[in-house]
């Protein structure tokens, strides 16, 4: 988990007590993500710490899945989300945007994922969208996702 500090950084929330009660401690701001210290000591976000996948206790970065599912030639765009489970907590599902005239169906893209992630990283379900729901920021709404059906497969 990164935390910063320093002169830049607020001492809070504005009129938002239990968010800064959350995030701040000391001085230093909880930014959420989670991230990765190369052996130069770079630092690599690796995904948000809201957005992790937990399979049968094992942390699924979606950010990793995502970027193996567009790494298939069909695919332009990929997001993995959780969904519920009752038996493992949650299950990976991820919403894929193909490139124009390319075709995968979602078993081809499981079986993709198969030779390339650990199993609990594969996504259970595959569903294909023409666009990600998105804020007004551009940002996809990835709490919209997970609320998405998809065909059992």
Known sequence: MLWVKGPSVVPGYFRDEEN??????????????????DDDGYIKIVDRATDIIIVS???????EVAAVLCAHPAVHAAVAVGEKNNV??????????LNEGAEASSKELMDYCRERLAHYKV??????????????????????????KIEKQ
């Open 20 to 37: 800064t009660k959350e995030r701040f401690h000391d001085g230093w701001f909880n930014t959420g993500d989670v991230v990765q210290i």
């Open 123 to 148: 996504p259970r379900k595959i569903g294909f969208v023409a666009e990600y729901p998105l804020s007004p920021t551009g940002k996809i709404l990835r709490r919209e996702l997970r609320k998405m």
């Open 88 to 97: 493992a907590g949650e299950l990976v599902k991820a919403f894929i945007i």
């Open 57 to 63: 206790g094992f942390n699924v970065y979606p950010q």
